[in-house]
């Protein structure tokens, strides 16, 4: 397997454009997680899917942020619009066994809004 | 609020001595624990894990020990590579909720072996 895919792996943008981040997960994995990473928070989970289904959105820092699953092998987390502060690394992570704890992680997308 | 904590943002250690990677953490009811490592422009993998029920679990030159206590985690490699060089996350979890599980992170302890 490929492990988690992420696209793009760099992104810059100017601040008020629309950012769309993309995430293909571990073939048969039913959970989704969309991590952020910054210097001063570490890692911080921003929401996550079970079966495509959002479970837990309380991460998102705000109604700028939205993400989707429609399907099983295919995420998308939106930045609409972006601001120099979402400036990070944007990790995607798959699991398939409830309560493993382990999670897979794709090589994450450096997004920088100017 | 940071209810897991990596008060020490980078360590360096000698070659072939050990390294001791430290981890607090607020919430009393998380029972899981999980170290990831992570290279440059890589995403974090998972290295190493710990239920509440033990007090230590150990992975080859791995060696993870848990303080519940004092809500204290430590890593231990021994001895350590210049290979270990790279960051590491504390995680915790819940995993009674029956539900998926939310990894709190960190912010990550920078490890340097040098030669």
């Known amino acids: 397997d490929a492990g988690v895919i992420q696209s793009p792996r760099h992104e810059v943008t100017e601040m008020g454009q629309e950012v769309t981040l993309r995430c293909k997960p571990i073939?048969?994995?039913?959970?989704l997680f969309w991590y952020r990473q910054t210097m001063m928070r570490g890692l911080e989970l921003l929401i996550y899917?079970?079966?495509?289904?959002?479970?837990?959105d309380s991460g998102m820092p705000e109604d700028r942020f939205s993400a989707k699953m429609p399907n099983a092998s295919f995420s998308t987390l939106k930045i609409q619009p972006s601001e120099p502060r979402d400036s990070a690394v944007y990790f995607c992570?798959?699991?398939?066994?409830?309560?493993?704890?382990?999670?897979?992680f794709g090589p994450g997308t450096r997004l920088t809004v100017l | 609020d940071q209810q897991v904590k990596q008060n020490s943002p980078s360590l360096s250690v000698q070659e072939g001595r050990i390294s001791i990677l430290n981890c607090d953490y607020t919430?009393?009811?998380?029972?899981?624990f999980l170290w990831y490592k992570k290279y440059p422009a890589e995403g974090p993998t998972f290295l190493i894990s710990?239920?509440?029920?033990?007090d230590k679990n150990e992975d080859g030159r791995f060696t993870v020990f848990l303080n519940k206590s004092a809500k204290h985690l430590s890593l231990h490699i021994v001895p350590s590579q210049p290979g270990d060089s790279a960051v590491y996350f504390c995680?915790?979890?819940?995993?009674?909720?029956?539900?998926?599980?939310?990894?709190?992170f960190g912010t990550g302890t920078r490890l340097q072996v040098t030669l």
């Open positions: 992570a798959s699991s398939f066994i409830q309560g493993q704890n382990e999670q897979f």
């Open positions: 073939s048969g994995h039913d959970y």
């Open positions: 899917f079970n079966n495509n289904v959002p479970i837990d």
């Open positions: 919430n009393s009811m998380f029972d899981y």
């Open positions: 710990i239920s509440s029920i033990k």
């Open positions: 995680a915790a979890t819940l995993t009674y909720t029956g539900t998926a599980s939310k990894l709190t």
